[in-house]
Nanobody, 125 residues
């Protein structure tokens, strides 16, 4: 059983930056692909970024390309989402998730087995 705990959310003005971290425990972190999802009120949960278990493959949703960066540190069992140039459309609850799928950066919710509790990101205009 993998436990995921997110941190780093908060309130930021448009154009600002936030750094989300996800700490994993209870499993072999390097065996899991990791993803960051978000869900805004009234909208479906979407994958904004994902990274393969080896860190050599990543995925970004189109609206965050060039602004968000996902990275992982297998020695520290952490995955980070660096978010720059934030805008109000980025406001959502952000979730960290772990997938047992190897060789790729999964982007669909059913591909993920473990989820964190979520952290709120609010971007004011």
């Amino acid at each position: 059983q993998v436990r995921l705990v997110e941190s780093g959310g908060g309130l930021v003005q448009a154009g600002g930056s936030l750094r989300l971290s996800c700490a994993a425990s209870g499993g072999t972190f390097r065996s899991y692909a990791m993803g960051w999802f978000r869900q805004a009120p009234g909208k479906e949960r979407e994958c904004v970024a994902a990274i393969s278990w080896g860190g050599d493959t990543s995925y970004y949703e189109d609206s965050v390309k060039g602004r968000f960066t996902i990275s992982r540190d297998n020695a520290k069992n952490t995955v980070v989402l660096q978010m720059n140039s934030l805008n109000p459309e980025d406001t959502a609850v952000y979730y960290c998730a772990a997938s047992p799928i190897r060789g790729t950066a999964p982007r669909r919710s059913p591909e993920y087995a473990y989820w964190g509790q979520g952290t709120q990101v609010t971007v004011s205009s």
